[in-house]
């Protein structure tokens, strides 16, 4: 697999990057079949967090033994000094290791004050002071804060959502990383599964020598294809170019990532992050998925949205997240009828 320069890091990366959010979901035994196939697949960089539940553990379980030949990051949400050192602590025990190669500060709103210290930022000054990690970054969905944090030149890597969706703003992130001799780490590089293509997915973002994409995968097909991308070169020839632009002509405008950012405090208990893109999950993925007797009562539950407004204050691509769940149980609800499904 082709090796990329981890800018000023100086970590080498193999070009596929395996994000362990999605691991949370699957057993401990299928979660390690698919870390140790990725590992042999020539995989050498793997991205976890505190946040993602028993992912470290599995991490931890399927590839201990080989610690010393794999790069891992992983991240808190410890808003201050003491949480997020504690945190890195867990997530040592969890990993089986005593370092982390990068330990990122999660899912940021704003920059750390770099003036208190006791603030989050100083935790990553005392974990890499003690050698817990070797690199500091920050992850972000908020495109303002990583060009602040590219900026300021206190962080070896910012990871951000890139994929062939992203606006030129956006992209351009990618070459202020590079000007300043940051890594970039590419979350949700398949748009939260609305990309149509991960074979474009995977050829759009190799062009880009500093980045590394982190794909989510939960399936052991998944990864193959990825590995076979890797493995047969994978230009952006013209079928790949085609494809991209499907997507980006059905996809312009503002449309829900599925980042999950909203979700914490719906009142009414909706499944925000998916019910805000269901029309585009029933045009992308098998539509049976989605309209199980299940799922119909979850998109129910958008009839008890009070109208509070703590989605649309979360989201950080600033969505009417509330309109978007409307429109989506409109939408919805014809796609059953049309399918003759009770709704
Ligand atoms: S506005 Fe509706 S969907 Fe959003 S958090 Fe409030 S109740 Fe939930
Ligand atoms: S509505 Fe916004 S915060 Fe919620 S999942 Fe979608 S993109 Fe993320």
């Known amino acids: 697999m082709k090796i990329k320069r981890l800018g000023r890091t100086e970590l080498s990366v193999a070009e596929n990057g395996f994000g362990a959010l999605p691991i949370q979901r699957i057993s401990r035994d299928d979660a390690a079949a698919l870390l140790r196939r990725a590992y042999d697949g020539g995989i050498n960089f793997y991205d976890t967090a505190r946040f993602y539940t028993d992912s470290e553990e599995k991490i931890g379980y399927a590839l201990g033994g080989v610690r010393k030949d794999i790069l891992i990051a992983t991240k808190s949400m410890g808003r201050d000094k003491r949480t997020a050192l504690e945190h890195l602590e867990t997530s040592l025990r969890n990993l089986k290791t005593d370092y982390v190669d990068i330990f990122q500060l999660h899912n940021i709103p704003a920059l750390p004050d770099v003036n208190n210290e006791e603030s989050d930022h100083y935790a990553l000054l005392e974990a890499k002071r003690s050698g817990k990690c070797r690199f500091i970054g920050i992850t972000t969905h908020r495109l303002d804060v990583a060009v602040a944090a590219a900026k300021s030149g206190l962080y070896d890597t910012i990871q951000f959502p890139l994929s062939y969706l992203s606006t030129p703003d956006e992209l351009a992130l990618i070459d202020l990383c590079r000007e300043q001799d940051l890594g970039v780490i590419a979350m949700k590089a398949m748009s939260g599964g609305l990309i149509s293509s991960p074979e474009a997915a995977f050829a759009f973002l190799r062009g880009y020598d500093n980045l590394i994409p982190i794909w989510g995968v939960q399936r052991m097909r998944e990864l193959e294809d990825f590995l076979s991308y890797a493995e047969r070169e994978t230009p952006l020839d013209e079928r790949l170019l085609a494809a991209m632009e499907r997507d980006r002509a059905e996809l312009q405008g503002n449309f829900c ?87």
């Open 257 to 343: 990532r599925g980042c999950g950012y909203c979700q914490g405090g719906c009142p009414a208990g909706i499944e925000i992050s998916n019910a805000a893109r269901m029309i585009l999950m029933l045009r992308r993925a098998p539509w049976q998925e989605y309209t199980t007797p299940a799922w119909r009562e979850k998109m129910k539950k958008i009839n008890d949205c009070i109208g509070c407004g703590a989605c649309r204050r979360r989201c950080p691509y600033g969505l009417d997240c509330p309109t978007l769940l409307r429109e989506n149980y409109a939408d919805y609800e014809q796609f059953c009828r049309e399918h003759g499904l009770e709704f």
